[in-house]
Structures are given as structure tokens and as C-alpha cells.
């Protein structure tokens, strides 16, 4: 089928628009000095143009309708097609669909009453919720096998130590920090939920920087949970996922939703721990209600309490 240009109609357009100006001038009397033959002759070029004009505007309306009717559909791709075409592995997890909602919690304060009971360490807070615990004996974070092992210097020197639990050690700025827990499910990334352990050349811990929170209480008002391969998917469609990258794993937790002065909101999530062709770990968290990818700012307990 011929191809019409559309800046054609454009231009021919604008040639009907003047004919069409002038014949309004013109319907209702004849000017002086055209004759008869003359404007005759004028009727005849309106018929011609509007003619051809919609001859032209058929012609491309048919090709245009033939360009759609040619279009081909483009089929949902899955995620293991997609997941395959980036040479990104992921094992799909069976999920059982189940309702979950949001949680608020206080700002715990630490009083000397809460501390009675540890020892061996001086105390430090500021405004309450925030301690510094310095170490008046040696205790390493090393065992006999020359690995790291918290749990005991956990459950025997840090108030409600249990409830905390390892995300990143860092050998090089000789530190560990961990995150609390609610419900056995890690609060990711709350500068109030925090525990950082700093240690010297010889392992042994210096002291610790401590964040917490209480009074957890469920919201009433359920949502449904998006599903790990849901979530993992968000993370692809989006191009988060690099090329070539394996998912080691998805774990559910919660992340802060809204911060006021002495009570946070904590929203369900989903943490996609996901290791790079080179080795690199990287972590991505979705909030596993809305769907969306959340992004953290660095934001640490030393900084806070400086």
C-alpha cells in the first residue's frame, strides 16, 4: 500500500483552511467585478480539494488501521523467562498467601534499674535512648576456633542481647552491627533498633553502642503479603538484578513506614540478599504490602550520638 507522509496533510491542510476562510467572505454575494464562469470555476476547485482531501484522509486511515491490525502482541513474559534471559538464578519458594499488618513501637529509654544487672562495663546515655556501654574487663569476640561468635558476650553483657541479631561485620573498621528483632523477625535498618560492637587489634571488645524499642502492638487493619517471587520480581522488572547475579536469599521483616519524636510505624518487607558475579553482596528491600523498593540512608548510632 502507498505510504502517505503526514506532513502532506499538514500542507494540504492548511491550503483547505485558506480556501475555506475566503469562501465565508463570499457565500452570501459574489464581489464586484468576478463574473459568473469565475466562481463556477471556484466551486469547482473546493470540490476537487475536499475531494482529494478525503481520499487522503481514507488513504491514511487504512494504512494506519493496517500498520495496527499488522502489530504483533507482546506476550507476558514470566519471571523465569526473565530471570533466564539476565542469567540471573533465583529458586522460586513455595508461599502460603496470609495476611499481615503494620506495627508501632515506642523508643525504649535504658534507667539504672534496667542495668543493675550488667557488669563489668560503665554506662553512658544520651537522652535516655541512647547507651554507650564501655568494658572495664577483656572480653574478646573471637572463640577457640579463631571465628567471631557474639551470643555469649550478647546474652551476658547487652540488655535484652538475645533480641538482637548479626547483619554486618565489618573486619575492617574492627566493628559488628546488629539489628533488633520483633516476633523473631529482624527490624531492618532503624537507628532505633540498633547495636553496634566496636573492638580492638586484639579482638577484645571496647564498647558497644545500644538503640532499642518496646511496646510492640499489632495494627487490627490486615493486607495481603506479596509473595517472595513477587518480590524478587519487582527487583527485575525495575532493573535493580545486574546481569549474572544469583538471589541467595529473601527473608520477611519490617522497616519504618513513619518516625514521630517517641513512636515509629514499621511496615512488612521483604530483604532480597543478592551476590554479584564478583563476589559483591548487596541487599534490597521491598516493602512487602505496596510493593515498592525502599532505599536506606547510612545512618549510625556514633553519628547520632556525637
Known amino acids: 500500500m502507498m505510504k502517505i507522509e503526514d506532513c502532506s496533510l499538514r500542507s494540504l491542510a492548511g491550503i483547505t483552511s485558506l480556501k475555506i476562510i475566503g469562501s465565508v467572505s463570499c457565500r452570501h454575494s459574489i464581489p464586484e467585478g468576478v463574473n459568473s464562469l469565475d466562481w463556477n470555476k471556484t466551486k469547482t476547485i473546493f470540490i476537487i480539494v475536499f475531494s482529494v482531501l478525503n481520499i487522503f484522509l481514507y488513504l491514511l486511515y487504512l494504512d494506519r488501521q493496517t500498520g495496527v491490525d499488522n502489530m504483533q502482541v507482546v506476550p507476558k513474559v514470566s519471571l523465569e523467562e526473565t530471570l533466564t534471559m539476565e542469567e540471573i538464578t ?21 534507667s539504672d534499674e534496667d542495668l543493675k544487672e550488667l557488669s563489668s562495663q560503665t554506662f553512658r546515655t544520651s537522652e535516655n535512648s541512647r547507651l554507650i556501654a564501655d568494658m572495664k574487663k577483656e572480653v574478646s569476640v573471637k572463640n577457640e576456633k579463631d571465628e567471631f561468635e557474639f551470643d555469649d558476650y550478647l546474652l551476658k553483657y547487652v540488655l535484652k542481647g538475645s533480641d538482637y541479631v548479626l547483619w554486618e561485620l565489618d573486619e575492617e573498621n574492627q566493628c559488628a552491627v546488629f539489628f533488633q528483632r520483633v516476633k523473631s523477625e529482624t527490624i531492618f535498618h532503624s537507628p532505633n533498633a540498633t547495636l553496634v560492637i566496636h573492638w580492638d587489634d586484639q579482638y577484645n571488645v571496647t564498647y558497644y553502642e545500644q538503640s532499642m524499642l518496646d511496646d510492640f502492638v499489632s495494627f487490627n487493619h490486615k493486607k495481603d503479603l506479596l509473595s517472595q517471587d513477587e518480590a524478587v520480581g519487582s527487583l527485575v522488572t525495575r532493573g535493580y538484578l545486574k546481569q549474572g547475579s544469583t538471589v541467595m536469599h529473601v527473608k520477611y521483616g519490617y522497616s519504618t513506614l513513619v518516625q514521630l519524636t517517641e513512636t515509629q510505624v514499621f511496615a512488612p518487607t521483604w530483604n532480597v540478599q543478592v551476590k554479584l558475579e564478583d563476589g559483591a553482596i ?10 515498592k523498593v525502599l532505599e536506606f540512608q547510612p545512618n549510625t548510632l556514633e553519628e547520632q550520638t556525637e
Open 282 to 291: 548487596e541487599n534490597y528491600f521491598i516493602n512487602a504490602i505496596e510493593g
Open 90 to 110: 533465583y529458586n522460586p519458594i513455595p508461599f502460603m498467601k496470609k495476611e499481615v499488618s503494620y506495627l508501632s513501637a515506642h523508643i525504649a529509654t535504658f
